[in-house]
């Protein structure tokens, strides 16, 4: 009688990939391969054997391993991991060959030297939503591990995992954190110490309850989850996972401390407080290594409607830190004198330069761009501060010949994208040369809705999208756009942008008044602007307010003294009523020609 039983066996799975690899294929095939035989060859097959680990199939980026031993799992996944910093120490960023590691411990089936099951799928999907240089690990390969490896781990919480049907906790280990072979799975405050990453690095830490009323603690809770979700979408920053950063709740918390325990540069904390019928939320970022306060805001709503409220709060918080972080780290990367980060110190500062929004300060950003895709052409971020650069010179009047300019952008902007299409600034910067630049107004707004489909809150492409569908002829849409903008970062250095937007949207809708008022607005807050001066002056000819069109253009002037009809920056409207009333009443405000 032939025995068919299957052969099962407890064992601890290993599952690895290389981050990115069908776009480090697609920039260099034969480079790629000839990396990773040599990784393999030097570091990854000699370090699993020196765990005891069988490795049961390759693919061109994946590999499954099995253990009898999750901490022979782990050990061997930490090695390579170190292992692999080490190789990719002197690689461009853009050409590092990353692994993602995941690990589980469950019963597989064994066929033929092939291994399937639950167990493997699970350890495949643990890979998957493991960060490039990381390891994630299953709680049943976490239980095996904790206290018998020289590592840090970071809850995740519930994750759910691609055809998977429960929920399953997960674990992270911190790769940059060492603490003592007897330390706890729990986060120890007073032990524990992380090291600051490359990217901006945050945590938002529970808002507190101020109110006495525990119902609003679910509320000031989901506050603080929707927050850490939706800074968590902006890729270039770091956002430290829910459960480590609750981990503060209800007691005491000193930043500094903190920051030094998360590992971050940056904590958000707030407060919540009801009062009959209205809430009061506060909220600040503080940098961790001063305790100075970089940003402070207070909400004042009428809980009419909840879920509203805490949608328009999440959005506005998550805006205005992701501004300010980049000022921040701008400030911080002119002063740095670290040669390992040099691109990415060089990227913030110039990234600082172009927020200035002067003459200066932008041609001072296009060179430092230019001089960061000398040193790294493969670096997304280079050739993405070079088109936003050359864009801004561009829309600014601050250049001669503005079509080859902006020609230049163009190319920069794709060339970030080809490089990196997970970046929500390139695809603003591509959508602001499509739209303000060239006029292609409906690939502008696809590039700005991709922007938005990669961050939810980036309240620079809603301002964006809200000035190139008031070129469209679509006022009414653009002023909705604009004013999600503005409500969301009031404080952002580059609102006169927005205030202009919604005189041209007014301007478009023939509704005079309100175009001369945003008009005036956006000339207060920047008087280089051209086409805040230009939108006034208009606005006050079909006003019929003569006197006051003329002191606009005797204003714009002063500030432009070669600004001529013929030589403006480009204003591409979709319809040309639209153009020629805009240079008609230029003219009749005193603009001269040419």
Request: aromatic share 6%.
């Amino acid at each position: 009688m032939t025995d068919n039983r299957v052969e099962r066996r407890l064992a601890a799975i290993l599952a690895a990939d290389v981050a990115g690899y069908s776009r480090l294929m697609g920039a260099d095939e034969e480079g790629v391969l000839a990396h990773l035989k040599t990784a393999r060859k030097s570091l990854v097959d000699p370090t699993i054997a020196a765990h005891r680990g069988r490795i049961v199939k390759t693919s061109g980026d994946g590999m499954l391993v099995e253990f009898a031993s999750a901490v022979d799992a782990a050990r061997c996944a930490i090695e390579v991991q170190r292992g692999m910093v080490e190789q990719n120490s002197t690689v461009p960023r853009a050409r590092r060959i990353e692994f993602r590691v995941g690990i589980h411990v469950g019963d597989i089936i064994v066929d033929d030297n092939d291994i399937f099951g639950d167990g493997v799928n699970i350890a495949a999907r643990l890979e998957g939503i493991a960060e490039p240089g990381g390891i994630c690990l299953s709680d049943d390969a976490q239980r095996q591990i904790r206290g018998k490896v020289d590592i840090a781990f970071e809850d995740m919480g519930p994750q759910n995992l691609k055809n998977i049907v429960e929920p399953m906790r997960t674990w992270r280990l911190q790769m940059n954190v060492d603490v003592s072979a007897t330390a706890s799975a729990e986060w120890s405050t007073d032990t524990t110490q992380s090291s600051l990453p490359d990217k901006p690095s945050i945590a938002v830490l529970p808002f507190q309850n101020m109110s006495g009323d525990t119902e609003q603690e679910y509320f000031a809770d989901g506050l603080s989850e929707d927050i850490i979700t939706e800074l968590s979408r902006i890729s270039s920053m770091s956002v430290i996972a829910r459960n480590s950063a609750f981990v503060y709740k209800s007691r005491p918390v000193d930043v500094k401390q903190a920051g030094r325990e998360l590992g971050v540069r940056y904590i958000l904390e707030g407060s919540v407080r009801r009062s009959n019928q209205r809430v009061r939320v506060t909220a600040q970022l503080v940098e961790t290594t001063t305790g100075g306060h970089l940003w402070a805001e207070k909400y004042d709503r009428s809980l009419a409607n909840i879920f509203e409220i805490q949608d328009e709060i999440t959005r506005s918080v998550v805006a205005s830190t992701q501004t300010q972080v980049v000022l921040r780290e701008g400030a911080l990367a002119e002063r740095s004198e670290r040669p390992d980060f040099r691109t990415w110190d060089l990227a913030k500062q110039g990234l600082k330069n172009i927020y200035a929004l002067t003459q200066e300060s932008i041609a001072e950003a296009r060179k430092v761009a230019t001089e960061l895709t000398r040193i790294d052409a493969s670096f997304a971020k280079g050739h993405q501060l070079l088109a936003a650069a050359t864009y801004h010179l561009a829309l600014m009047g601050f250049c001669d010949d503005r079509g080859a300019m902006l020609g230049d952008a163009l190319q920069s902007a794709r060339n970030a994208i080809r490089l990196d299409d997970r970046d929500e600034y390139s695809h603003w910067i591509l959508g602001g040369v499509l739209g303000q630049g060239l006029g292609q107004h409906d690939k502008a707004v696809a590039a700005y809705r991709r922007a938005l489909e990669l961050n939810p809150n980036f309240s620079l492409a809603f301002g964006s999208l809200g000035t190139v569908l008031a070129l469209a002829g679509e006022p009414d849409e653009s002023v909705r756009n604009s004013e999600i903008c503005i409500s969301a970062n009031p404080r952002d250095p580059s609102i006169f942008f927005r205030f202009s937007g919604l005189a041209l949207a007014y301007f478009v809708a023939e509704d005079y008044p309100r175009s001369r008022e945003w008009a005036a607005r956006s000339v207060a807050r920047k008087r280089e602007w051209w086409q805040g001066h230009a939108l006034l002056a208009s606005s006050c000819v079909l006003l019929g307010k003569g006197d006051e069109a003329g002191a606009a253009v005797h204003d714009w002037l002063a500030a432009f003294p070669s600004a001529r009809i013929s030589n403006l920056p480009p204003i591409p409207f979709k319809k040309a009523t639209d153009l020629k009333r805009f240079h008609d009443a230029l003219r009749s405000a005193g603009l001269p020609e040419g």
